[in-house]
């Protein structure tokens, strides 16, 4: 089983992005990206509709990184720390599995620039190198084909398609379950 510890929490750092903490100063910017119906229309779940809400995700959030449990970071540009751009997080962390499942948002004004692609690299890094995961999740709505190309770009692979396993707003909606296995065992994999 592996052994998790996210204290202190690990900033990441890329060419252009810091990824750092979530904290209370972000809470504006959280709740405009976790209300607005263009940038959630695939997450299906209801917006955030307060402050309030934002502020106990935050604090949910920090929970799980001092219960090494998840961990998310806040998605800023290195010249601008205080602007947060989204999050990314590796959350559903099952150290008996040596598995997590990756989740991703960007407010739509940084669509199309690379950016959760540079995130997603170092994060995925960090989690095979830094915490030694064996494999990925993704759980994606099958009608988010940007999400799709952003996890197939970095080498995830589609392992189950599940029709109406889930319930929202009235109707079933289908899931699209995505997997990426630690860099040594894809090669293992492929020689085998």
């Known amino acids: 089983m592996l052994s998790i510890n996210l204290t202190p ?3 990441l750092h890329t060419e252009r992005l810091l990824l750092r903490e979530i904290n209370e100063q972000d809470a504006p910017a959280l709740l405009l990206q976790r209300s607005d119906a263009h940038i959630i229309r695939y997450l299906d779940r209801e917006p955030d509709t307060t402050l309030t809400q934002t502020l106990a995700l935050i604090d949910l959030v920090k929970r799980n990184t001092a219960d090494n449990t998840g961990i998310t970071w806040g998605i800023v540009r ?4 205080e602007e947060l751009l989204g ?5 559903r962390i099952i150290p008996e599995h040596h598995r997590a499942e990756i989740g991703y948002g960007l ?3 940084y ?16 989690g ?3 915490l030694k995961l064996h494999s990925v999740e993704a759980n994606v709505n099958p009608h988010n084909q940007a999400s799709r190309r952003l996890l197939e770009k ?4 589609q392992e189950a ?13 289908d899931s699209v379950i995505y997997s990426l296995l630690t860099p040594e065992a894809q090669q293992r994999q492929t020689q085998g």
């Open 111 to 126: 669509w199309q620039q690379g950016i959760m692609s540079e995130a997603m690299a170092k994060v995925l890094t960090f």
């Open 9 to 11: 929490f690990p900033e």
């Open 161 to 173: 398609y599940f029709r109406q396993n889930y319930f929202f707003r009235g109707q079933f909606l």
């Open 78 to 81: 290195q010249d601008a720390p």
């Open 87 to 91: 999050t990314i997080g590796l959350w």
């Open 128 to 130: 095979f190198e830094t």
């Open 154 to 157: 970095h080498g995830f692979v």
């Open 107 to 109: 407010h739509s004004d």
